[in-house]
């Protein structure tokens, strides 16, 4: 499996990522092993968690597995996340300082270590100064908590102004953000991902299936039953269903991703996934599995390579409707249009 930088650091991550938020509901801890022993076999070494997924469990099956794999604890790359509710008292959560600072000791115990090499802020803290959170992140990197930290689902602004912030006290800057980011999910191209670039910093997708939509399990008209994580009855992608069954683009996007995948005898889980590694700015894809099979046909999407004819035929069809201002044609020429009028 390929390596790319992770943003701008000099840690190297494998192209495909191994999303936990499976760990300890619909991946028992022995199947979780067998995935994570199974990932990093195949050349995979980000594994990717969060202290709110199945409420600090999957940081803890991956700890147990670190404990019994100490040649792979020296080739992993931890990255973890902190924000969500870890509790029931009002400081339980958010991005302040006296938040943070729990939350990374509960992280570093649950796995284990005494080091995370990303520390993700899950989302954005509206209450919480940003100046209270990159300071605080400056110290866990000067203390050797964490090697690097990043963000998840911020918007453009928030991103940027985090940089800028970083800069004019003299703190390290982010290295990394993870958005969702899919055919069917492209929105953040408008203005996240060019704040993204402008900053150096690596996109690690998440959900680059979109919900399961991109393997090809859904049909036009159709609506699938069965029990999941979220319930008997929406299975993974259903919040979605109404919209994207009703879009014209859902089925379009499909027909192209499968007829790709065809041409490559390869599944439209492969193709959607291969789409999202050639983005511009995308570091690694962010992969989830509930069994070891499930995981190999994912993995299997870091050796397809897609034609320039097919990346682009792809982007054509699931391009997302803009509005003639500021992202649609009358934008584009406005922000194009030359500085300096022609004299006639």
Known sequence: MDHRLLGRSGTSVSVQALGTMTFGKEADETAAHEILTAFVEGG???????????????????????????????????????????????????ISRRHLRRALDASLRRLGVEHIDLYQMHAWDALTPLEETLGFLAEAVAAGKISYYGFSNF????????????????????????????LLVRDIEHEIVPAALDAGMGLLPWSPLAGGWL?????????????????????????????RNADERTWTTLE????????????????????????PGVTSVIIGARTTEQLRDNMAAAELQLSEDELATLSEVSAPQLDDYPYGPAGIRQRHRPLVQETR
């Open 256 to 279: 192209a991703v499968r007829a790709v995948a065809a041409a490559h005898e390869a599944t439209p889980s492969q193709v959607a996934l291969a789409w999202v590694a050639a983005r």
């Open 155 to 182: 918007l453009g602004w928030q991103l940027t102004k985090a940089v800028h912030v970083a800069r004019q006290h003299g703190w390290p800057a982010p290295v990394t953000l993870q958005p969702q980011y899919n």
């Open 215 to 243: 393997s090809g399990k859904y049909e036009r008209d159709v609506m699938p039953t069965g029990a999941t994580r979220l319930g008997e009855n929406p299975q993974r992608g259903m919040e979605a269903w109404e919209k």
């Open 44 to 94: 995979g070494n980000l594994l990717d968690t969060a202290d709110v997924y199945t409420h600090g469990h999957s940081e803890e099956i991956i700890g147990r597995w670190l404990a019994a794999h100490p040649t792979e604890t020296e080739q992993v790359v931890i990255a973890t996340k902190a924000r969500a509710p870890m509790g029931e008292g009002p400081n339980d959560l958010g």
